[in-house]
């Protein structure tokens, strides 16, 4: 176990000192609204007012928007066609398809795939993902008016997010840099800093992570996760989304699979720093969460020696009281290479990676030979031939000494999908300390002793601050509100939510179906600014809708409101009713205030990508600041 997650990770409320200090920066109240006599307290309510439908389910074909007020363009990645939609906004309920932009046409790039869409004045930024995913891709520029290509140049491999700085004279890309699927090529990770003050000429530095090769023992002490196969840092760390600061000066990216942000210089183009993020105890108050898939009901409860990764796909930056801060969509994810490769699961660890495993049979009193050649990595094989669960800890749920009892029950945690890469004893040398079938420790047994369970994502969305220590996360609130009567499905607000809780996606019928994975799973986020008020758009991939939150004080934000516009929840295949299915599947989502929007009202566009459909909705607010 690494020095990181010895420590005590706050839950929903941070540590007293942060918490205090982040609401003295905002001049707040105890309350969570700013202090001062023309201070009412906001009310939001989303209301759907039009969108765009592709017809395509299931297949990713409308990802990530961006708006460009000049011309009144949504831009919207279409990941099935592996390019961008160019959508007419002027009537703001009646999007209308204007044209496309095709990098591998544009760019004589056979077989890339456009990724990320950023605006700025008029100026329009794809990422571009090359055919084979490890090699280089592209930033390519095109005006916004009329989709011309001014310029183009190479930037590292996978380019999965992409970011203007405020002023608009640079660009940021995430190349994750994600291995082949054999896990034979595995690119190094990095960031482009491209400047596009001359589009037709971008000039691209790099942010690489090889200053902290030869640190890896240190960076994983510190906990970050550094464990892919034969991986140094440079590989290992993957860059998933981007936030700048408000100057310009700093920009945080997401490392998802590593639990971790990077810190960059922008002017210099330079990692400073790779921040930790620690985990979540879902054995706290507040901290609960419901781990199984099959029981039958909603069971949220505390659950001792189950820690949560955050492990944060979308992230935004905000300023309140002169600080920066830092909010995350705690989706969670797990590396899973050669999950279709039959020979990895005959037992070549050569041949891929699986992370992920169930809690039941990982911790199978009788080892995990049985899943061989179904669903037991050979790396978790190598290592020894079955899991004990450490009985001071989940002694709870029945645990003793060799046998880990109803804790493999599929209603208390067997159903529970976790990393096997964490959470067992260790030598002082890092190496598994090892027990016999007893649950005794013996250098010459052949079981791990797992002392903690660590599951993906936290199911909430996080407040940090710049240097990554956690000010506010939303706890087990998601799942509870969720399970509450006050909450409600459909554009007309009229289908309980407890009636599909923690439903999937892309089937009907599907109560508790997502339970023993990550929950609602957030995934993206917004920020803008309404009536004085800094508001978060937190869109679920799994459960759908969106949730706001009055985040103006970091240290107490407020949930206002939640729509979720998919319609039927009932037939098993949305896709044979995609035209009256609703909008299922959130992944990108963009504010647009209402000084620069087409009607003079706040908007927010979301891409969704199971349903396909581009959805637009007004943010009707009352209170606040007028």
């Given at each position: 176990?690494?020095?990181?997650?010895?420590?005590?990770?706050?839950?929903?409320?941070?540590?007293?000192?942060?918490?205090?200090?982040?609401?003295?920066?905002?001049?707040?109240?105890?309350?969570?609204?700013?202090?001062?006599?023309?201070?009412?307290?906001?009310?939001?309510?989303?209301?759907?007012?039009?969108?765009?439908?592709?017809?395509?389910?299931?297949?990713?074909?409308?990802?990530?928007?961006?708006?460009?007020?000049?011309?009144?363009?949504?831009?919207?990645?279409?990941?099935?066609?592996?390019?961008?939609?160019?959508?007419?906004?002027?009537?703001?309920?009646?999007?209308?398809?204007?044209?496309?932009?095709?990098?591998?046409?544009?760019?004589?790039?056979?077989?890339?795939?456009?990724?990320?869409?950023?605006?700025?004045?008029?100026?329009?930024?794809?990422?571009?993902?090359?055919?084979?995913?490890?090699?280089?891709?592209?930033?390519?520029?095109?005006?916004?008016?009329?989709?011309?290509?001014?310029?183009?140049?190479?930037?590292?491999?996978?380019?999965?997010?992409?970011?203007?700085?405020?002023?608009?004279?640079?660009?940021?890309?995430?190349?994750?840099?994600?291995?082949?699927?054999?896990?034979?090529?595995?690119?190094?990770?990095?960031?482009?800093?491209?400047?596009?003050?001359?589009?037709?000429?971008?000039?691209?530095?790099?942010?690489?992570?090889?200053?902290?090769?030869?640190?890896?023992?240190?960076?994983?002490?510190?906990?970050?996760?550094?464990?892919?196969?034969?991986?140094?840092?440079?590989?290992?760390?993957?860059?998933?989304?981007?936030?700048?600061?408000?100057?310009?000066?700093?920009?945080?990216?997401?490392?998802?699979?590593?639990?971790?942000?990077?810190?960059?210089?922008?002017?210099?183009?330079?990692?400073?720093?790779?921040?930790?993020?620690?985990?979540?105890?879902?054995?706290?108050?507040?901290?609960?969460?419901?781990?199984?898939?099959?029981?039958?009901?909603?069971?949220?409860?505390?659950?001792?020696?189950?820690?949560?990764?955050?492990?944060?796909?979308a992230m935004s930056a905000y300023t309140a009281g002169g600080q920066t801060y830092l909010v995350t969509?705690?989706?969670?994810?797990?590396?899973?290479?050669?999950?279709?490769?039959?020979?990895?699961?005959?037992?070549?660890?050569?041949?891929?990676?699986?992370?992920?495993?169930?809690?039941?049979?990982?911790?199978?009193?009788?080892?995990?030979?049985?899943?061989?050649?179904?669903?037991?990595?050979?790396?978790?094989?190598?290592?020894?031939?079955?899991?004990?669960?450490?009985?001071?800890?989940?002694?709870?749920?029945?645990?003793?000494?060799?046998?880990?009892?109803?804790?493999?029950?599929?209603?208390?945690?067997?159903?529970?999908?976790?990393?096997?890469?964490?959470?067992?004893?260790?030598?002082?040398?890092?190496?598994?300390?090892?027990?016999?079938?007893?649950?005794?420790?013996?250098?010459?047994?052949?079981?791990?002793?797992?002392?903690?369970?660590?599951?993906?994502?936290?199911?909430?969305?996080?407040?940090?601050?710049?240097?990554?220590?956690?000010?506010?996360?939303?706890?087990?609130?998601?799942?509870?509100?969720?399970?509450?009567?006050?909450?409600?499905?459909?554009?007309?607000?009229?289908?309980?939510?407890?009636?599909?809780?923690?439903?999937?996606?892309?089937?009907?019928?599907?109560?508790?179906?997502?339970?023993?994975?990550?929950?609602?799973?957030?995934?993206?986020?917004?920020?803008?600014?309404?009536?004085?008020?800094?508001?978060?758009?937190?869109?679920?991939?799994?459960?759908?809708?969106?949730?706001?939150?009055?985040?103006?004080?970091?240290?107490?934000?407020?949930?206002?409101?939640?729509?979720?516009?998919?319609?039927?929840?009932?037939?098993?295949?949305?896709?044979?009713?995609?035209?009256?299915?609703?909008?299922?599947?959130?992944?990108?989502?963009?504010?647009?205030?209402?000084?620069?929007?087409?009607?003079?009202?706040?908007?927010?566009?979301?891409?969704?990508?199971?349903?396909?459909?581009?959805?637009?909705?007004?943010?009707?607010?009352?209170?606040?600041?007028?």
């Amino acid at each position: 176990m690494t020095r990181a997650n010895r420590r005590p990770a706050p839950g929903r409320f941070a540590a007293a000192l942060i918490a205090t200090a982040a609401l003295a920066a905002c001049g707040g109240g105890g309350d969570g609204q700013p202090s001062g006599p023309a201070s009412q307290p906001l009310s939001v309510q989303l209301e759907k007012i039009g969108g765009y439908a592709t017809g395509q389910f299931g297949v990713s074909a409308a990802e990530i928007p961006a708006y460009d007020a000049a011309s009144r363009r949504l831009f919207v990645v279409n990941a099935q066609a592996g390019k961008v939609d160019v959508l007419d906004l002027r009537v703001p309920a009646q999007p209308v398809k204007v044209g496309e932009i095709d990098a591998a046409t544009s760019l004589a790039l056979p077989g890339a795939e456009i990724n990320s869409v950023a605006v700025h004045d008029g100026l329009v930024a794809v990422a571009v993902q090359a055919a084979t995913k490890t090699d280089p891709g592209r930033v390519a520029l095109y005006r916004a008016s009329d989709l011309v290509l001014l310029g183009s140049a190479t930037v590292g491999a996978q380019p999965d997010m992409i970011s203007f700085t405020p002023d608009g004279k640079t660009v940021l890309l995430a190349n994750e840099g994600e291995p082949s699927d054999d896990y034979q090529i595995d690119p190094e990770g990095s960031v482009s800093v491209v400047d596009v003050s001359q589009p037709a000429a971008p000039v691209v530095r790099t942010a690489g992570f090889g200053a902290f090769v030869g640190q890896e023992a240190t960076l994983r002490a510190q906990g970050v996760r550094l464990y892919g196969p034969n991986a140094n840092a440079a590989q290992d760390l993957e860059p998933e989304y981007i936030a700048v600061s408000a100057d310009g000066a700093t920009a945080w990216v997401t490392l998802q699979e590593n639990n971790a942000l990077a810190k960059i210089d922008v002017a210099s183009a330079t990692v400073t720093a790779v921040l930790p993020l620690g985990f979540k105890d879902h054995g706290a108050p507040g901290n609960g969460l419901d781990a199984s898939d099959n029981d039958g009901r909603i069971n949220i409860r505390s659950l001792p020696g189950v820690r949560g990764l955050y492990l944060p796909d979308a992230m935004s930056a905000y300023t309140a009281g002169g600080q920066t801060y830092l909010v995350t969509a705690n989706e969670g994810d797990a590396r899973a290479w050669g999950e279709d490769n039959n020979a990895y699961w005959a037992g070549d660890a050569s041949q891929g990676f699986v992370e992920e495993f169930r809690v039941k049979h990982l911790i199978n009193k009788s080892g995990w030979a049985g899943r061989a050649g179904d669903d037991l990595p050979p790396q978790l094989s190598a290592m020894a031939a079955g899991g004990l669960l450490n009985p001071a800890t989940f002694g709870y749920c029945g645990a003793v000494a060799g046998d880990p009892m109803g804790c493999r029950a599929d209603d208390v945690l067997g159903r529970l999908n976790i990393t096997w890469t964490l959470g067992y004893r260790t030598n002082p040398d890092g190496s598994p300390m090892m027990f016999d079938a007893t649950g005794t420790a013996n250098p010459a047994g052949n079981r791990l002793m797992y002392d903690q369970l660590y599951s993906y994502g936290a199911r909430s969305f996080s407040i940090w601050n710049a240097n990554g220590q956690l000010v506010w996360d939303s706890g087990a609130e998601f799942e509870t509100f969720f399970a509450s009567d006050a909450c409600r499905l459909g554009s007309a607000r009229n289908i309980p939510c407890k009636d599909h809780f923690n439903a999937g996606h892309d089937e009907g019928g599907a109560f508790d179906s997502r339970s023993d994975a990550k929950g609602p799973e957030p995934e993206g986020i917004a920020i803008g600014q309404v009536r004085g008020r800094t508001l978060a758009f937190i869109g679920l991939e799994r459960m759908g809708g969106v949730l706001v939150y009055d985040i103006t004080n970091p240290a107490a934000p407020q949930r206002l409101d939640y729509l979720n516009s998919r319609e039927d929840w009932t037939t098993a295949d949305p896709g044979t009713v995609l035209a009256t299915a609703g909008d299922l599947g959130p992944e990108g989502l963009v504010f647009i205030p209402a000084d620069r929007s087409p009607d003079g009202t706040p908007l927010l566009v979301v891409g969704n990508e199971v349903s396909g459909t581009t959805a637009v909705y007004r943010v009707n607010a009352s209170g606040g600041q007028p």
